[in-house]
């Protein structure tokens, strides 16, 4: 125990996980180390920046510019396992599991470019639940940021406001500036947070890409932001955990009978 006076009860730490979940339950956000290895970050950079150019010259270029979604790619899942691989990685998920519940689904994927010298839109503060203004005394979703190259002071690390996921909306700007910190991590780490935890990334004044992953995991009850079982068509349904994690099992039902049927199927009463 620390030296403190007046204080007859202190929470004990039994193990490393439990350092990870109490600074994220108090701060908002933990930092996980070497949860990705050298040769998959090198393959993560190719896959990422080449399904950005699909989408860029499927969407358009100048499409994108108009919707603030340049340097942003979308579900990069849809198009390689690779990335579902990462989404569902057992380290990550386990603190899921221990901050949500047995029952979570995938809610987004994103892959952020960033690069020197550009804006990013995801550099403007934000929560990954938009326009919530409320705190909850346990966690609906958890965001899980994949640093896919180093995040220093120049390179644009994650900015996080600590705290800020318990309280109702974003406080003054003086505030902000006053405690916000930079997220300093290696490439292969993993910020997980509080997805009501207010963030942005950081300005970009290094000579090299800074990439990043978000993965952002609720209870079954919210939405997902891409209907994933209707974009995957099937594919992974037949895999029991598969099926819960991407939706499959909790897309709402097309009418009355077919969601009478869903419960009869698993004999729910
Ligand atoms: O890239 C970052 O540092 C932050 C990304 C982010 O906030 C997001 O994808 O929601
Ligand atoms: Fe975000």
Not at 49 to 77: H, M, W
Request: glycine fraction near 4%.
């Amino acid at each position: 125990m620390e030296k403190s006076y007046g204080v007859n009860r202190q929470t004990k730490l039994n193990s490393k996980i439990d350092i990870h979940l109490e600074e994220l339950q108090i701060n908002g956000f933990t930092v996980l180390e070497n949860v990705l290895k050298n040769d998959e970050l090198l393959d993560c950079r190719l896959k990422l920046d080449s399904i950005y150019e699909t989408q860029k010259a499927q969407f358009g270029a100048e499409n994108l510019i108009k919707i603030n979604e340049q340097n942003l790619v979308r579900c990069p899942l849809i198009y390689d396992t690779f990335f579902l691989n990462i989404a569902t990685n057992e380290k990550v998920l386990e603190f899921v599991k221990l901050l949500i519940g047995d029952y979570f689904i995938l809610h987004l994927q994103n892959g952020i470019i960033n690069k020197p010298s550009e804006e990013h839109h995801q550099s403007s503060w934000h929560r990954d639940l938009p326009y919530q203004n409320f705190v909850i005394s346990k966690p609906l979703a958890i965001g899980a940021l994949y640093c896919i190259d180093d995040f220093t002071n120049e390179s644009g690390g994650t900015f996080v406001l600590p705290y800020s996921h318990r309280v109702e909306s974003i406080p003054t700007a003086h505030y902000v500036e006053k405690y916000c910190r930079q997220i300093v991590a290696k490439a292969g780490s993993v910020i997980l947070f509080d997805s009501m935890l207010f963030h942005k990334a950081g300005y970009n004044s290094s000579s090299f890409i800074r990439r990043a992953i978000n993965n952002v995991y609720v209870v079954p009850i919210l939405k997902q932001q891409i209907d994933l079982p209707f974009a995957l068509n099937g594919k992974y349904s037949d895999n029991e955990f598969l099926s819960k994690f991407l939706g499959y099992q909790s897309k709402s039902a097309s009418n009355d009978t077919e969601w009478r049927n869903n419960r009869l199927e698993k004999h729910i009463i």
